[in-house]
């Protein structure tokens, strides 16, 4: 079992930054990649991004390519998401997850462990 909590969302106007944080704990050896993904109100969850955990290979949705990065800390089980540029359309619960596998990190259905999520917020 791996065990994932974000933390790091908040209110922030549109062209501001954030950083969500996603700690891990218990069987994090067994996770193969680290995704980052968010659901707006009314929408379905989406992929915003991911790391492959022993290759760190990142991968990234379009509409936030350029503008959000991901990287992680290893003696803290963590990985970020920098958020940069923010629009009002980036207003969402971003969610971390955790896959043992090694297929498409895109998708939603590749990732066993989820967290609760975190809002973000994009003030116009």
């Known amino acids: 079992q791996v065990q994932l909590v974000e933390s790091g969302g908040g209110l922030v106007q549109a062209g501001g930054s954030l950083r969500l944080s996603c700690t891990a704990s218990?069987?994090?050896?067994?996770?193969?990649?680290v995704g980052w993904f968010r659901q707006a109100p009314g929408k379905e969850r989406e992929f915003v991004a991911a790391m492959r955990r022993i290759v760190s290979t990142t991968y990234f949705a379009d509409s936030v390519k350029g503008r959000f990065t991901i990287s992680r800390d290893n003696a803290k089980n963590t990985v970020y998401l920098q958020m940069n540029s923010l629009k009002p359309e980036d207003t969402a619960v971003y969610y971390c997850?955790?896959?043992?596998?090694?297929?498409?990190?895109?998708?939603?259905?590749?990732?066993?462990?989820w967290g609760q999520g975190t809002q973000v917020t994009v003030s116009s």
């Open positions: 997850a955790a896959s043992t596998s090694w297929g498409a990190p895109q998708s939603l259905n590749e990732y066993e462990y």
């Open positions: 218990g069987r994090t050896f067994s996770s193969s990649t």
